[in-house]
Nanobody
Framework: QVQLVESGGGLVQAGGSLRLSCVAS????????MGWYRQAPGKQREMVAT???????DYVDFVKGRFTISRDNAKNTVYLQMSSLKPEDTALYYC???????????WGQGTQVTVSS
């Protein structure tokens, strides 16, 4: 079992920045993918960015150029640096961990990001 704990959310004005962190603990496999997803009220959860243990990165189009995902494998931690935030970025942001080759996803409890106009 893998436990994920997110932090760093909060209230920020449009154009501002936030940095999210997620620490994974438990049965961590060396080869894995970690990432960030978000869910706004009344909407489905959507991918924001993912990063593999080898450093391969994928972003959804609407955050390219504004958000940066990174990770520290030694600390089992993934980060999401968010800049130029927009009100439409308001959502509950979830951390995700998936072992390579496994269909099972592990989720954190989420951290709220609210962007005021």
């Amino acid at each position: 079992q893998v436990q994920l704990v997110e932090s760093g959310g909060g209230l920020v004005q449009a154009g501002g920045s936030l940095r999210l962190s997620c620490v994974a603990s438990g049965m961590i496999f060396r080869v894995n993918t970690m990432g960030w997803y978000r869910q706004a009220p009344g909407k489905q959860r959507e991918m924001v960015a993912t990063i593999t243990s080898g450093g391969d990165i994928d972003y959804v189009d609407f955050v390219k150029g504004r958000f940066t995902i990174s990770r520290d494998n030694a600390k089992n931690t993934v980060y999401l640096q968010m800049s130029s935030l927009k009100p439409e970025d308001t959502a509950l942001y979830y951390c995700n961990y998936k072992r390579f080759g496994s269909p099972i996803s592990n989720w954190g409890q989420g951290t709220q990001v609210t962007v005021s106009s």
